[in-house]
């Protein structure tokens, strides 16, 4: 495929520009994907940034970001294709005797997300997320999109993309996922960023909040994610911490501020508790 | 960083058989796949190899551990020749083995003759009896074969949920469009016959964490066998192992025949009659599977004697978060056949109140038990008291258990 970028590393700083910090790993991952034309599949922790990279790139390359959000119980008609029933029934009704009207045509279907990003062809970045939610059922639709970019409505027959777009799939793993749909993707685990690169994220994605302040939550963060936590916090709660931090008007954290504010960062109340009890530990408290 | 390496195709397909003998499951597709990749980078460095390699070469993190040990295996002394010996700093990623038997090549082993045997054995309703209330740790070879035909028998009916997906059906609450277009064409778009749509119920998935430490081991082997039949069976079955750590074993188990299964489980889970981590156990199944479908919404079983070399509260803890994301928990422990036995056991006694159902299992009338409590109640075909064996064996006699029904078909 046909792609601006001559290495991962150009592609790095271009995500950049578009204010997505990738790392290495994901930024060679993504290089691929696009080089060789092959659908990419993220899996990570909560809040690692895999539905942002689909956004990142639709924004990068200019092309439209079409979305699935999967959900239990998905299905062709609201994945991939319907048919216009109501307007099938007047055209069978009001046809005259000697010509039966054609209803399963292409005038009477009616594009979902997945017919949509195939006919937009490399105009269009398909994000099929949390895979892991809809049954495995559903995968199995999936398999001949993911190889061909292409799918096969019976009444019509195969409808190929002109050219493959760009499909991100990302998946939370509550479900183990079909080893076919594994095989057929670009395979990458997207981690949390470390301390540094979320001072950057944060720096980005927050420009309003302090760069003293920033580098202290980033630290923190990492801290409070060493901590084990049944649900780590993911960049998007660090930036809403910094901001809920910036907004209460502090200049420096410190740990009664942060325990104060650990609403906007950790979701769980046993989280809280854990995070409460070791304050002291992970927000160093200022001189 | 470092200098340019040169890669070949030659390189590409003996790194790739590098990594198939280290059991990732690589077809020819992806070699190739590896090969442009690494054209489609300018000046390669070894740095790109590795991270080009590992997006198109594994595709579980599971992997990543075996990808960065051949990794440093192949290219590592080529790298040292450049001069440039910079092994790639990998992110650490804490990967935890996902399946016991990623280890082992599947030998052909022979099924054991036990489990023809067990089929075939003869059973009649007087011996039935008799091995129904004897202690699994009590019963001798040619016991524990039948005892293993028995089990396989139980064939609980396990609870189900709504579904969510729609599929055509007789009858059912939504109007099937499609098919009504179908169906109205021949009449001229005049719908005589209203196809309908249903979401059929799914079942839940049953899992099983069976304790191997050394004084389980016949309850153990036991409960492993219902997990075996239960899976070949097409339920949504997950059995986990636990010990000094947690193994998943599902995969190990859905091979062969159960007793082969249970060779290959001894030699891949380490921890086999040692001492027990039950907490920590516990706690990593909450961790890593906590919102998984074997733990959210399924029914889990929990079989140990409760006797746990961690703290209690870790226990406590980690029970009462499984107990909050799983549908039912029922606990096993075949101490409590004991009618002597009384749960004091730190760790027991900080487990229990976050289980729904506790039972011995210790012999083949409380696994029916077992079944009877997986079961929901209105799905139930003989009632149990009102709140089932919450602390107390509700009956002990299962006089009319479903084995007895079963095994006398099969008998006669």
């Known amino acids: 495929m046909q792609h601006p970028f001559t290495s991962p590393a150009e592609l790095k700083q271009r995500l950049g520009g578009v204010s997505y910090l990738a790392d290495d790993p994901l930024a060679m991952a993504t290089f691929l994907a696009l080089g060789l034309g092959r659908p990419l599949l993220l899996e990570g922790a909560n809040g690692a940034g895999k539905t942002e990279i689909a956004k990142a790139l639709a924004a990068l390359l200019g092309r439209d970001l079409i979305r699935l959000q999967c959900y239990e119980g998905i299905d062709t008609s609201q994945a991939l294709y319907d048919w216009h029933y109501g307007r099938q029934l007047l055209a069978v009704r009001g046809s005259d005797e000697r010509e039966a009207a054609e209803v399963f045509t292409r005038e009477y279907l009616l594009s979902r997300p997945l017919l949509q990003a195939l006919e937009a062809g490399d105009r269009a970045v398909l994000l099929i997320d949390e895979l892991?939610?809809?049954?495995?059922?559903?995968?199995?639709?999936?398999?001949?999109?993911?190889?061909?970019?292409?799918?096969t409505i019976p009444e019509i027959g195969r409808v190929a993309a002109p050219a493959p777009p760009l499909v991100v799939l990302t998946s939370n793993r509550t479900r183990d996922l079909h080893s076919a749909l594994r095989r057929r993707c670009l395979y990458h685990w997207v981690v949390h960023p470390d301390a540094e690169r979320e001072f950057q994220i944060l720096r980005v994605r927050a420009p309003h909040v302090p760069e003293e302040l920033a580098r202290q939550v980033a630290a923190a963060v990492q801290r409070i994610r060493g901590l084990g936590l049944g649900n780590p916090p993911g960049v998007g709660e660090s930036i809403d911490w910094a901001g809920a931090l910036h907004l209460v008007g502090i200049a420096t954290l410190s740990p009664e501020v942060a325990g104060a504010t650990l609403s906007a960062l950790v979701k769980d109340i046993d989280d809280q508790q854990l995070v409460a009890e070791r304050i002291d530990d992970v927000v160093p408290s200022t001189p | 960083m470092s200098e340019p390496v040169e890669v070949t195709g030659r390189t590409c397909v003996e790194f790739a058989a590098l990594l198939r003998r280290r059991g990732l499951a690589l077809g020819a597709e992806q070699t190739m796949a590896f090969y442009s990749a690494l054209h489609l980078l300018d000046r390669v460095r070894l740095y790109d190899v590795y991270w080009a390699?590992?997006?198109?070469l594994t595709n579980q993190r599971e992997q990543y551990p075996i990808y960065d040990a051949a990794f440093t295996e192949f290219f590592s002394p080529a790298a040292a020749d450049d001069g440039a010996p910079t092994p790639p700093r990998a992110v650490p990623v804490s990967t935890v083995p996902r399946d016991a038997e990623t280890a082992g090549t599947p030998s052909a082993q022979p099924a054991g003759p036990d489990d023809e045997q067990a089929d075939r054995a003869r059973l009649v309703p007087s011996e039935i009896q008799l091995l129904k209330t004897k202690s699994f740790a009590a019963m001798d070879a040619d016991e524990r074969r039948k005892a293993a035909a028995l089990i396989r028998r139980l064939r609980p009916e396990l609870p189900r949920r709504r579904g969510r997906r729609r599929?055509?059906?007789?009858?059912?609450?939504?109007?099937?469009?499609?098919?009504?277009?179908?169906?109205?064409?021949?009449?001229?778009?005049?719908?005589?016959?209203?196809p309908r749509r249903r979401t059929p119920a799914r079942e839940r998935p049953l899992t099983l964490v069976i304790d191997v430490s050394g004084s389980m081991g016949p309850y153990a082997r036991a409960l492993l066998h219902f997990g075996h039949a239960m899976l070949h069976d097409g339920h949504r079955v997950e059995v986990f192992t636990c010990g000094v750590h947690l193994t998943r074993i599902t995969e190990a188990l859905r091979r062969t025949s159960a007793d082969a299964a249970l060779r290959r489980i001894a030699g891949a889970v380490d921890d086999w009659d040692g001492g027990t981590l039950l907490g920590t156990s516990v706690r990593e199944l909450v961790d890593r599977f906590g919102g998984h479908t074997a733990v959210r919404?399924?029914?889990?079983?929990?079989?140990?004697?409760?006797?746990?070399?961690d703290a209690p509260e870790v226990l406590g803890d980690a029970m009462c978060a499984l107990h909050r994301r799983a549908h039912r928990l029922v606990w096993l422990n075949p101490l409590k056949g004991d009618p002597r036995y009384r749960p004091l056991a730190r760790g027991m006694a900080a487990a229990l109140p976050h289980v729904d159902v506790f039972l011995a299992g210790h012999n083949l009338a409380s696994f029916e038990q077992m079944c009877r409590a997986l079961v929901p109640r209105r799905q139930r075909h003989d009632v149990l008291t009102e709140d089932p064996g919450r602390f107390e064996e509700s009956s002990a006699a299962a006089g009319d258990g479903w084995l007895h029904e079963r095994a006398g078909d099969a008998a006669g």
């Open chain 2, 53 to 56: 390699g590992r997006v198109v």
């Open chain 2, 167 to 194: 599929t055509p059906a007789a009858t059912g609450p939504f109007l099937d469009v499609r098919g009504l277009l179908r169906a109205s064409l021949p009449t001229d778009g005049e719908p005589m016959r209203l």
């Open chain 2, 297 to 309: 919404g399924a029914q889990v079983v929990v079989c140990s004697d409760g006797l746990d070399r």
């Open chain 1, 132 to 151: 892991d939610r809809a049954d495995d059922e559903f995968e199995a639709f999936l398999l001949e999109l993911l190889s061909d970019f292409a799918v």
